[in-house]
Structure formats: C-alpha cells, structure tokens
C-alpha cells in the first residue's frame, strides 16, 4: 500500500534492492530488544522516497557505484528514526496500518532505537564522506528538528497563515527531500548549477508530497493511511486545508473553537471535518499541489539524461495522483 509503482525506479532498481539487504544488515545488534525494534521499523517497508530520488539524482551524473550506497541508507536510517521520534511525541498507535514501535515496547525504548538508528547513519559516513556533503545532511536535521519544535510549539493555535505553514513543510518534509536530491547531484559529479536546480526540484515535490499527505488525513479512509483520519486536526496541527476552512468558511468560527479545545471528541473532529469539507479547501491544496508539481517538472536541469529525467517527471506524475 505504500510503495511507489516499481516501474517508476526500473534504473535504480538494483540500487534500491542493495539499500534494502544494507538495512537489515546494518541494524544488527547484540541486543535483542534493539534489533525487534529495529527489525519491526525495517520490515514495516515505506515509500524508500528519499533514497530513491538521491539514487536517481546521483545516476543523473557518473557515479562510482559502491560509492552511492552508505549515503543512500544513511538517508533512509535518518528518515526512520525521525519517523520513530514522531510516533513517540504524537502518541501515535499505528503507522502504515502497523503498531508503532512506542505502542509495542513503550516510548523509552523508541527514542532509544530512534537515536542508535542516527548514529548507525553517520557511522556509516565517517570514512568516504566529504564535508561537504556531511554539512547538509547535519544542516537539514537541525532543520527538521527546528520545524518539530516549531509545530509543537503552534498546536492548537488557529492563528496559523499559509506562510507559517508553507515554512513549517518546508523545515520538517521538503527541506531534507532537497537534501536527498542535492547530495545524489553531487555524489554523481553535477556540476553546481545543476545540483541547485535538483535541489530545487526535490524541495517541490516534498512541498507537494506533504501537502497532499495533508488532504489525506482528511480524506482517504483509515485503511488507506494506515492510521486514523483526522489525526493531524486531532493533535491540533494546522494544515492547509484547516487554514483555509478557518479563512473561508462562515463555520471557522466554530472550527476555530474546536482546535482550541485542545481534547478532542470523536464527534468534535467528525465535526471539524464537515466543516473543512464544506468549503473548498481540498480543491484549493490540491491547486498548490499542482503548482508545486508543474514547478518541479520545469527545474530539472537539461543536462540530464532521459532515463533519469523520465524517472523524475514519473516521480511527480505519483505524487500528484497518489491516494495514500
């Protein structure tokens, strides 16, 4: 359910399989409880997007192929610790439609699996990774961690404007989907105009990718997300769809007192659901979707070869379609 269509990575594929066999390699440990956790958090699959669009990116150029991979896990291992994290601050139950780590083994044990799949990351940086590259991988961590801090801080506040949002998406969903893109770039030699435009495209799909992740929580069923609809209302974040609900409809008023209740009801966010549904907030993210979208696909630079330029465009047709 939440994988990308494989056809999308047919170049890559063989890249894609070796980051998978790297993972289960890697989280090995002496402990038993770490390597359940771990093995649980692996086994749970995901989209591997962040890997696979700095894979991609990477065989826009000419890379050295043994030396692509440590960085392609190294992506992915941070991508799932900062999942694990987010699981233990939301007091989530379920993603993609399996217990979390902290509804299995507890919150303690889940930031502590959390941090040792961090520091298996950058062990496997220390010997062939430039600083360069080093330096924004840490810089867009600090980044993500800046932006959690951020939605923590705002929850429940409806005073939210689409540019704190926008900021908030950027710091915590596409800021390290650009980093994917930029390191691949220059793992695969691009030359620095080039690399600032894949950035540039990989900051627009993740702006793309998180806003609709945003419509789904309103929209696609339980089954479908793997985890309850609303969650995002009920945890007092404000989205898109909610800050154009809160703007446009002649209810924000009352939505605007069910997010400041802070302790939902099921009926209080079925209800705040209604009245997001009765405006036209879905239709108008979706537009911003699109844009990002049709940005995305006019960045990438034309230097690139067409295998990969295909696969990239294909990455932003999904992006745009997809339900879940």
């Known amino acids: 359910m939440s994988k990308f269509p494989t056809n999308i990575f047919t170049i890559i594929q063989d890249d894609l399989e070796a980051v998978e066999k790297a993972l289960c390699s890697i989280i090995q440990s002496p402990v038993d409880l770490v390597n359940d956790i771990t093995v649980h958090l692996v086994q749970a699959g995901g989209k591997r997007l962040r890997p696979a669009l700095y894979l991609l990116c990477a065989r826009g150029g000419s890379p050295n192929t043994t030396e692509i991979l440590p960085m392609a896990v190294a992506i992915e291992l941070i991508h799932m610790a900062t999942l694990v994290h987010d699981d233990v601050i939301d007091n989530a139950a379920t993603r993609r439609g ?6 299995r083994w507890g919150n303690h044990s889940s930031v502590l699996a959390g941090d040792y799949l961090w520091a298996k990351a950058f062990s496997l940086l220390t010997d062939n990774t430039d600083n360069k590259m080093l330096k924004i991988l840490t810089n867009v961590i600090c980044t993500m961690c800046e932006g959690e801090i951020v939605q923590l801080k705002e929850a429940f506040n409806p005073d939210q404007d689409e540019a704190d949002y926008r900021l908030r998406v950027a710091q915590k969903t596409a800021g390290f989907i650009a980093a994917s893109c930029e390191l691949g770039a220059i793992a695969g030699g691009m030359d620095e105009g080039d690399a600032v435009q894949v950035r540039e495209y990989g900051y627009s799909i993740g702006m793309a990718f998180q806003i609709t992740d945003d419509i789904l929580d309103i929209t696609a069923s339980a089954e479908q997300l793997g985890k309850p609809v609303g969650n995002d209302l009920r945890q007092g974040i ?7 609900a809160l703007k446009n409809s002649p209810r924000g008023g009352e939505l605007r007192s069910i997010i400041e209740k802070q302790f939902m009801s099921d009926d209080d966010v079925k209800r705040g659901l209604e009245i997001i549904h009765q405006t036209k907030a879905v239709e108008y993210s979706y537009a911003q979707v699109n844009k990002y ?7 990438l630079p034309a230097t690139l070869n067409n295998p990969v330029r295909e696969a990239l465009l294909a990455v932003a047709d999904f992006v745009g379609l997809r339900k879940y």
Request: hydrophobic share 45%; no cysteine; glycine share 0%.
């Open 238 to 244: 404000v989205t898109l769809p909610v800050i154009y």
């Open 293 to 299: 979208l049709q940005h995305a696909r006019r960045v």
């Open 98 to 103: 399996r217990p979390t780590a902290n509804a």
